[in-house]
């Protein structure tokens, strides 16, 4: 029963009106906390480790783009892999804004540090397409496709963008082995930023392509 969570509460909102219902919200977060919280790890014999990751984070968009999209018709999740020229302009500038912001907080505050030694185009490449792939798109259908979606149908659009950065920031609240409050101020600035991209663009692979970006840079140049 609890697997089908997610469907009953979709299907019941269906039948009460047009979202945002509280039953959408308990809709995202039944999908989200197994997947947040690590319940789903032991679902795949094959493969283990990060590669059980990878299939699981699949697991949550399949899911997520079927009840919200398919069967909750919600409207605006701007779920595509066509990449157009207004994603890549908006990519471009809201990358550009957030390393403006991100990087001297980051070198102030100690969270990152410049890493020493010759770093390849490679290298970064191949970063980009597997965060993008198993971290971005799915974190940025969540955040920006579901919830920033649904909170700009009860808030102004800003305050919408805002709250929904807010609650990114705080997710990465526990993406260690203590809580790291500088990690939260970081995520939540770049949520900002990628909520940006969604937004101005109308879909969701600009913030994808922000949010692979940003997490490319970290891991490849940063430490």
């Known amino acids: 029963m609890r697997r089908l969570l997610p469907l009953v509460l979709l299907l019941a909102a269906n039948r009460s009106g047009p979202p945002p219902l509280v039953k959408d919200a308990l809709a995202v977060l039944a999908i989200w906390l197994p997947l947040e919280l690590g319940w789903l790890r032991d679902v795949w014999p094959w493969p283990a480790g990060a590669g ?26 701007g779920y595509s892999f066509a990449i157009r020229r207004a994603d890549l302009r908006e990519a471009f500038w809201n990358l550009l804004m957030f390393l403006a912001i991100g990087i001297p907080i980051g070198l102030s505050t100690g969270f990152i540090a410049v890493t020493h030694g010759a770093k390849s185009l490679l290298e970064f490449v191949v970063q980009f ?95």
């Open 52 to 77: 059980a990751f990878s299939m699981t984070a699949i697991l949550g968009v399949d899911v997520a783009v079927i009840l919200f999209v398919s069967i909750r018709r919600l409207e605006g999740v």
């Open 129 to 223: 397409v597997g965060i993008f792939l198993v971290i971005a798109v799915p974190e940025e259908l969540l955040f920006r496709g579901l919830i920033q979606n649904l909170l700009e149908r009860l808030l102004p659009p800003t305050y919408a963008l805002l709250l929904a950065a807010l609650i990114f920031g705080l997710s990465h609240v526990n993406n260690g082995p203590t809580p790291d409050w500088r990690y939260v101020l970081l995520a939540t600035i770049a949520g900002i930023f990628y909520g940006r991209a969604y937004h101005r663009s109308g879909g969701l692979m600009a913030g994808c392509l922000v949010h692979a970006a940003v997490d490319a840079i970290h891991r490849v140049f940063f430490r």
